[in-house]
Protein backbone atom coordinates (compact mmCIF):
# COMPACT_ATOMS: atom_id res chain seq x y z
CA UNK A 1 0.00 0.00 0.00
CA UNK A 2 1.37 2.88 -1.15
CA UNK A 3 0.09 6.66 0.43
CA UNK A 4 0.14 10.11 -1.50
CA UNK A 5 -0.55 13.22 -0.08
CA UNK A 6 0.18 16.46 -2.70
CA UNK A 7 0.36 20.12 -1.37
CA UNK A 8 1.35 23.58 -2.51
CA UNK A 9 -1.30 24.67 -4.51
CA UNK A 10 -3.11 27.90 -4.28
CA UNK A 11 -4.28 31.12 -6.52
CA UNK A 12 -1.25 32.73 -8.46
CA UNK A 13 -1.35 35.73 -10.67
CA UNK A 14 -0.31 34.53 -14.81
CA UNK A 15 3.48 34.53 -14.93
CA UNK A 16 3.75 34.02 -11.32
CA UNK A 17 5.43 30.50 -9.85
CA UNK A 18 4.00 27.63 -7.49
CA UNK A 19 6.18 24.84 -6.51
CA UNK A 20 3.61 21.39 -5.31
CA UNK A 21 4.82 18.69 -3.11
CA UNK A 22 3.86 15.22 -3.13
CA UNK A 23 5.06 12.77 0.22
CA UNK A 24 5.39 9.28 -0.56
CA UNK A 25 4.71 6.94 2.72
CA UNK A 26 4.02 3.27 2.76
CA UNK A 27 5.48 0.49 0.67
CA UNK A 28 7.67 2.71 -1.35
CA UNK A 29 10.35 0.06 -2.54
CA UNK A 30 11.53 -0.01 -5.76
CA UNK A 31 9.38 2.35 -7.47
CA UNK A 32 9.19 2.88 -10.80
CA UNK A 33 8.49 6.43 -11.56
CA UNK A 34 6.84 9.07 -10.08
CA UNK A 35 4.74 11.84 -11.29
CA UNK A 36 2.15 14.69 -11.84
CA UNK A 37 -1.00 14.84 -13.83
CA UNK A 38 -3.80 17.17 -13.73
CA UNK A 39 -7.20 17.69 -14.88
CA UNK A 40 -8.52 21.25 -15.88
CA UNK A 41 -12.46 21.73 -15.32
CA UNK A 42 -14.17 20.13 -17.50
CA UNK A 43 -11.73 17.78 -19.33
CA UNK A 44 -10.10 14.89 -19.25
CA UNK A 45 -6.86 13.63 -16.82
CA UNK A 46 -3.43 14.56 -18.12
CA UNK A 47 0.18 14.06 -17.93
CA UNK A 48 2.36 16.84 -17.11
CA UNK A 49 5.46 15.11 -16.06
CA UNK A 50 7.05 12.24 -15.11
CA UNK A 51 10.81 11.40 -13.32
CA UNK A 52 11.85 7.22 -13.37
CA UNK A 53 13.61 5.68 -10.31
CA UNK A 54 17.16 6.67 -12.82
CA UNK A 55 16.22 10.01 -12.52
CA UNK A 56 14.94 10.19 -15.91
CA UNK A 57 12.26 13.14 -17.08
CA UNK A 58 9.55 13.52 -19.94
CA UNK A 59 7.41 16.22 -19.79
CA UNK A 60 4.44 17.47 -21.31
CA UNK A 61 4.63 19.32 -24.24
CA UNK A 62 2.63 22.28 -23.01
CA UNK A 63 4.96 22.96 -20.16
CA UNK A 64 8.10 22.18 -21.51
CA UNK A 65 10.72 24.65 -20.50
CA UNK A 66 8.57 26.03 -17.63
CA UNK A 67 7.58 23.07 -15.29
CA UNK A 68 10.52 20.92 -13.41
CA UNK A 69 10.15 17.72 -11.94
CA UNK A 70 12.42 16.58 -8.75
CA UNK A 71 12.81 14.34 -6.30
CA UNK A 72 14.40 13.92 -2.54
CA UNK A 73 15.12 10.59 -2.23
CA UNK A 74 15.67 10.97 1.53
CA UNK A 75 12.23 12.76 2.25
CA UNK A 76 10.32 10.03 -0.24
CA UNK A 77 9.20 13.58 -2.12
CA UNK A 78 8.41 14.76 -5.42
CA UNK A 79 8.21 18.21 -6.69
CA UNK A 80 7.18 19.86 -9.29
CA UNK A 81 8.46 24.00 -9.77
CA UNK A 82 6.00 25.65 -12.13
CA UNK A 83 7.26 28.96 -13.24
CA UNK A 84 5.49 31.53 -16.00
CA UNK A 85 2.53 30.27 -14.57
CA UNK A 86 -0.87 30.70 -17.58
CA UNK A 87 -4.50 30.33 -17.13
CA UNK A 88 -4.40 27.12 -19.11
CA UNK A 89 -2.59 25.61 -16.47
CA UNK A 90 -5.47 25.91 -13.92
CA UNK A 91 -6.12 22.02 -13.14
CA UNK A 92 -6.55 19.63 -10.01
CA UNK A 93 -3.14 18.64 -9.56
CA UNK A 94 -2.22 14.82 -9.10
CA UNK A 95 0.45 12.83 -7.53
CA UNK A 96 1.15 9.29 -8.97
CA UNK A 97 3.47 6.23 -8.09
CA UNK A 98 4.32 3.49 -10.69
CA UNK A 99 5.73 0.43 -9.48
CA UNK A 100 5.13 -3.08 -10.07
CA UNK A 101 1.70 -4.17 -9.89
CA UNK A 102 0.82 -0.85 -8.15
CA UNK A 103 -0.47 2.45 -9.21
CA UNK A 104 -1.26 5.09 -6.43
CA UNK A 105 -2.59 8.60 -7.19
CA UNK A 106 -2.77 11.35 -4.20
CA UNK A 107 -6.03 13.09 -3.25
CA UNK A 108 -5.24 16.47 -5.36
CA UNK A 109 -4.62 19.95 -5.05
CA UNK A 110 -5.91 23.10 -6.65
CA UNK A 111 -4.29 25.14 -8.80
CA UNK A 112 -5.92 28.47 -9.89
CA UNK A 113 -4.17 30.98 -12.11
CA UNK A 114 -5.85 34.39 -12.30
CA UNK A 115 -5.73 36.54 -15.61
Known amino acids: QVQLVESGGGLVQAGGSLRLSCAASGDIFRVNSMGWYRQPPGKQRELVAI???????NYADSVKGRFTISRDNAKNTVYLQMTSLKPEDTAVYYC?????????WGQGTQVTVSS
Open 51 to 57: ITAGGTT
Open 96 to 104: NLNKFGSIA
